[in-house]
């Protein structure tokens, strides 16, 4: 067996080592990590949500990829919080799109024709 050079062998130890810290920065990330970060957005969710005066059905339903017990304990949270220091809503100023009641084709087709002209007679 033939044995590496001591200053060699060195260098590829500091270049593994390097070569490995690295992992990071290009965006692998432990499983742990995301789950925690995942929980930490939906607890913020949850919070803002509170904020805003939002109940919490439909902080659910604005959010559904969050988690629900993560956002329900930031919504607690910031409830708890908001109630200790005399904490008002802060009501959103950007609302929702109004929507549109949904209209059949053939009503819409009826809506673009020009009136029919009827006989007299």
């Excluded at 067996?1 to 001591?6: A, D, F, G, S, T």
């Excluded at 304990?73 to 908001?82: I, L, Q, T, V």
């Excluded at 109630?83 to 084709?105: H, S």
């Amino acid at each position: 067996m033939k044995m590496i050079p001591r200053p060699r062998y060195l260098a590829l130890m500091a270049a593994s080592l390097l070569a490995l810290s690295g992992c990071d920065l290009i965006g692998i990330e432990p499983a742990s990590a995301a789950v925690a970060r995942k929980e930490a957005e939906s607890k913020a969710i949850g919070g803002a949500c509170r904020h805003a005066g939002r109940a919490i059905e439909d902080c659910y339903a604005l959010n559904r990829k969050a988690d629900k017990g993560s956002v329900f304990a930031g919504w607690r949270e910031m409830n708890d919080y908001m109630r200790e220091n005399k904490i008002d809503e802060v009501r959103p100023q950007l609302g929702a799109a109004p929507v549109e009641p949904a209209v059949p084709a053939a009503a819409a087709d009826d809506a673009k024709a020009p009136p029919k002209k009827t006989a007299k007679h």
